[in-house]
């Protein structure tokens, strides 16, 4: 009798996911994670240093006049409200795909050099290019994230069962510790590339326009697409590699889609608003905690959760900070979701994969 090589802790689909209570039960999950994205989206527009009414935003939105909360709604609050939803969401469901791939609870999408090739290709272009401007750096950070995810997938596939999770997480991090090395080396050697680095580095979502999240829309697009079409491999992966071949699945293919999206939608991330700890981890487990282990549920609901969670940090970070002094996303998420970390790593029902 085939076994399936199934340890404690994997996220395992669960036949009754199909029953329509449960189906109904996720459409109720993402109706209130919608309209909860549209009242952190208002809160957005509305809320900061400088508090505007939600009367006084819809007026300048449709009736822009060049006052100054027609200026500060339009040109600052708007668009990084924007990016923030759009950053979010490739984040959730990169951090999704991450730990299926990996069968790993605590995987983020960094695991994959991700984050640190992004940096190291701002680093280079700040430093040899003199790079400064938002959107040539996000053409860097992409370049890099593409260009490090590449390496780590042809180390993994070296001479070993190709595309295998653990080859792929060890050969990630072992690319991710050689770039941030590369990256720390320039940086103490190059004051002004430090000095434009360190405000990309701590991750944050101000001084940017709708030309990045415009930029970054195809990209998220792509990634979202490769993302729903290895939902169900995902699933039959859960399994372990054998069963999943067995069920007719193709391992390679559905592990290189599904590299293809992580790299796509956390490179496009990462380029946009710079690194953003923790984020990728904390959405798919509480998207999970809602509608199931299924990734065909899971990742849209995780997308939603990415999305609200960075959109309200940068909320409660503006509304923290003065006026040109704000407390930038990535802190705010540091600090708020770094607790849940360690409850993820406490629980030895999920460490142990």
Not at 180 to 195: G, Q
Request: hydrophobic share 55%; aromatic share 4%.
């Amino acid at each position: 009798m085939l076994t399936s090589p199934v340890r404690q802790g994997d996220h395992l689909p669960d036949a009754r996911d199909d029953r329509p209570s449960h189906g109904r039960r996720g459409v109720l999950v993402a109706v209130s994670l919608l309209a909860a994205v549209v009242v952190v989206f208002a809160a957005g527009l509305a809320l900061g240093s400088n508090p505007t009414s939600l009367g006084e935003v819809w007026r300048v939105i449709w009736h822009p006049d060049g006052s100054e909360a027609a200026v500060l709604v339009r040109d600052s609050r708007f668009p990084r409200t924007v990016l923030g939803l759009l950053v979010g969401a490739c984040i959730g469901v990169a951090g999704g795909l991450m730990q299926g791939h990996t069968r790993n609870p605590l995987a983020d999408p960094g695991l994959f050099g991700v984050s640190a090739g992004a940096g190291f290709a701002v680093v280079i272009g700040i430093h040899a290019l003199h790079v400064t401007a938002a959107l040539p750096i996000m053409v860097f950070a992409m370049i890099g994230a593409l260009v490090a995810a590449v390496a780590v997938f042809g180390i993994a596939t070296a001479g070993s069962a190709p595309a295998s999770p653990v080859p792929m997480a060890l050969a990630g991090t072992a690319v991710t510790a050689l770039l941030v090395a590369l990256t720390t080396f320039v940086v103490l050697n190059d004051r002004s590339t430090l000095d434009v680095y360190r405000r990309w580095v701590v991750g944050s979502l101000s001084g940017r326009d709708l030309g990045i999240a415009a930029a970054v829309l195809p990209v998220a697009v792509l990634g979202m697409l490769l993302a729903m079409w290895n939902a169900k491999a995902l699933n039959n992966l859960a399994l372990g590699d054998d069963v999943a071949r067995g069920l007719g699945e193709n391992v390679v293919l559905a592990r290189i889609v599904g590299i293809g999206a992580i790299t796509l939608l956390a490179g496009g991330a990462t380029a946009a608003a710079g690194p953003l700890a923790f984020l990728g981890l904390v959405a798919p487990h509480l998207a999970r905690a809602l509608v199931g282990v299924d990734h065909r549920r899971m990742l849209p609901v995780a997308a939603l959760v990415g999305a609200l969670v960075l959109v309200a940090a940068d909320v409660l970070g503006r509304v923290l900070g003065e006026a040109n002094n704000e407390v930038q996303v990535g802190i705010v998420l540091a600090v708020v979701c770094g607790p849940f970390f360690v409850h993820i790593a406490r629980r030895r029902s999920l460490v142990a994969l």
